[in-house]
C-alpha cells in the first residue's frame, strides 16, 4: 500500500514566489530523499537527509528531514519557469524496499 | 548525466509482439530496479535484482520478465503486447538496495 502521502498533489504558482511542500508517513525512516522529474524524463536526485532533524540546501531548494523521523519537507524559493515538473520524496525502507511518494505537480506561471 | 543508460531512447511497435528494453547501471552499482509510469501516473515498482539475483517483485505482469547478467546490466523483457502497456520504463541503480537510487533517461514504449 501507499507508504508515503505527499502534499500537496499540485501547485499553480507565480514566478516569484516560495514553494513548500511535504511527505509524511505513519512509518519511522531512516533516510529520506527529494526527487524532481521533468516531462519525459527521469526522476533526478535533488537532495538526500540521514538524519532526524537535518537541514540540507541544493541552491534554492531547501529539505528537512522531520525530527519525529515520520516527515520531510521541500522548500523552493523564488521559483522559476524551470522548477516546472513532479518532485517525489522517497525513501530506502529496507533491504528490498523502496517507497516513492505520488509526487507533487509544480506549475510556475512566468 | 546519472551515469544510467536505457535503450532504446523510443520503441514503437504493434499489439502482441514482444520487446527488450536495456539497462546499464552506474559504474559500482550493484542493484537495479525498473520502474513503469504511465500517462500523468506516479512510478510503480516493477522488479529489482541485486548482484544477479532477484530481490523484490512489484505489480509486474506475467507477460513481463527481467534479468540481471553477471555484468551487471538489466533486460526488461515485455511479451503479448497491449495497448495499455504504453508507458515510460525507468531504469535505476543504486549502490546497494538501501541506498538511493539514480534514475536513467527511460524508453518511451508506444504500442499501436
Known amino acids: 500500500g501507499q507508504q508515503l502521502n505527499q502534499s500537496p498533489q499540485s501547485m499553480f504558482i507565480q514566478e516569484g514566489e516560495d514553494v513548500s511542500m511535504n511527505c509524511t508517513s505513519s512509518?519511522?525512516?531512516?533516510?529520506w530523499l527529494w526527487y524532481k522529474q521533468d516531462p519525459g524524463e527521469g526522476p533526478v536526485l535533488l537532495i538526500a537527509?540521514?538524519?532526524?532533524?537535518e537541514l540540507t540546501s541544493n541552491g534554492r531548494l531547501t529539505a528537512q528531514f522531520g525530527i519525529t523521523r515520520k516527515d520531510s519537507f521541500l522548500n523552493i524559493s523564488a521559483s522559476i519557469p524551470s522548477d516546472v515538473g513532479i518532485y517525489f520524496c522517497?525513501?530506502?525502507?529496507?533491504?528490498?524496499?523502496?517507497?516513492f511518494g505520488s509526487g507533487t505537480k509544480l506549475n510556475v506561471k512566468p | 548525466d546519472s551515469g544510467v543508460t536505457q535503450t532504446p531512447k523510443h520503441l514503437i511497435t504493434a499489439t502482441g509482439q514482444r520487446v527488450t528494453l536495456r539497462c546499464s547501471p552506474r559504474?559500482?552499482?550493484?542493484?537495479v530496479y525498473w520502474y513503469q509510469q504511465s500517462l500523468d501516473q506516479g512510478l510503480q515498482f516493477l522488479i529489482q535484482?541485486?548482484?544477479?539475483?532477484?530481490?523484490a517483485k512489484g505489480n509486474i505482469l506475467e507477460r513481463f520478465s527481467a534479468q540481471q547478467f553477471p555484468d551487471l546490466h538489466s533486460e526488461l523483457n515485455l511479451s503479448s503486447l497491449e495497448l495499455g502497456d504504453s508507458a515510460l520504463y525507468f531504469c535505476?541503480?543504486?549502490?546497494?538496495?538501501?541506498?538511493?537510487?539514480?534514475f536513467g533517461p527511460g524508453t518511451r514504449l508506444t504500442v499501436l
Open positions: 535505476a541503480s543504486s549502490v546497494s538496495p538501501n541506498n538511493e537510487q539514480f
Open positions: 512509518s519511522i525512516f531512516n533516510t
Open positions: 537527509l540521514y538524519k532526524a532533524g
Open positions: 522517497a525513501t530506502p525502507a529496507g533491504f528490498n524496499k523502496f517507497y
Open positions: 559504474s559500482g552499482d550493484l542493484s
Open positions: 535484482y541485486y548482484n544477479g539475483e532477484e530481490r
